[in-house]
């Protein structure tokens, strides 16, 4: 049962930013992903130009803290989806500000989508959100990609330059996360040239600040040595499905 009377932030990024606050007095490590991570760490995600409505908030933590981040949510006032939670396996749990019709969706341990990716590793980092490589993975593993993921996407490459590790975005660990998984390959590579053709669209200045950082990437992920278990599966090619298309969750707060 949520805390009654508790008058949660009408704000999403003040209202994220309290439940990892909260998370990190009780000694929980939580961290935002999704749009309203971008807008803590991207300038550009609060310019007009890649601005986009944020309402709901992701979050990602550890499945042995299950029980904790529980209480957390409960005690800021944030109401359970009680059944899901329960039959979720301990995967992943999904809470709702009734207030402000806002939904919560933490992820636990490994997130998962059309492909699935273990963060726990990033959940040391310092600041609200996952390390911006991170952030990307979980927009370009969006098979069917849309307007929101590339706004986000496109905010991020405007900021952030591509580096061998976390300072930037990491072509390194995407090259090699795409060397050893064909279907992550695809996607992202697919993704990667969507995206630079919408950069095409822009000014002329901050449109070649972005497709130079994303050839370079793709670059660094092409020029990358390809494991055996990529090679067999390349061959195969489109003939068989590389990812998975996620349930739609068409809940209503009520």
């Known amino acids: 049962m949520a805390t ?11 209202a994220a930013t309290a439940i990892i606050l909260e998370g990190d007095r009780r000694g929980v490590r939580l961290r935002l992903f999704g749009g309203i991570a971008f807008k803590a760490i991207c300038a550009s995600a609060n310019d007009p130009l890649f601005e986009r409505s944020n309402k709901d908030i992701d979050i990602f933590g550890r499945r042995e ?24 396996m301990g995967k992943r749990l999904i809470y709702y500000d009734v207030e402000n019709r806002r939904r919560v969706d933490i992820f636990l341990d490994e997130f998962e ?4 990716f273990d963060f726990k590793s990033s959940l040391s980092c310092d600041g609200l959100a996952l390390p911006i490589t991170d952030l990307l993975m979980t927009k370009l593993q969006v098979v069917e990609i849309t307007e929101k993921e590339f706004k986000d996407l496109l905010a991020a490459f405007a900021d952030f330059d591509v580096s061998a590790d976390e300072a930037g975005i990491n072509a390194r660990r995407l090259s090699d996360l795409c060397s050893k998984d064909w279907g992550v390959y695809k996607t992202f590579t697919t993704n990667l040239q969507l995206l630079r053709g919408r950069a095409l669209q822009l000014d002329r200045e901050i449109s070649a600040l972005i497709t130079s950082r994303i050839d370079r990437l793709l670059a660094s992920i092409d020029s990358h040595s390809k494991t055996l278990a990529w090679r067999i599966r390349a061959k195969i090619g489109e003939k068989a499905r590389w990812y998975q298309l996620p349930d739609q969750d068409t809940d209503v707060i009520t």
């Open 65 to 88: 803290d299950a029980r904790e981040i529980m209480r957390v949510m409960v005690q800021l006032g944030y109401r359970p989806r009680e059944v899901f939670n329960r039959l979720s």
């Open 113 to 116: 989508m059309c492909h699935k």
């Open 4 to 14: 009654v009377g508790v008058l949660l932030p009408a704000n999403g990024l003040e």
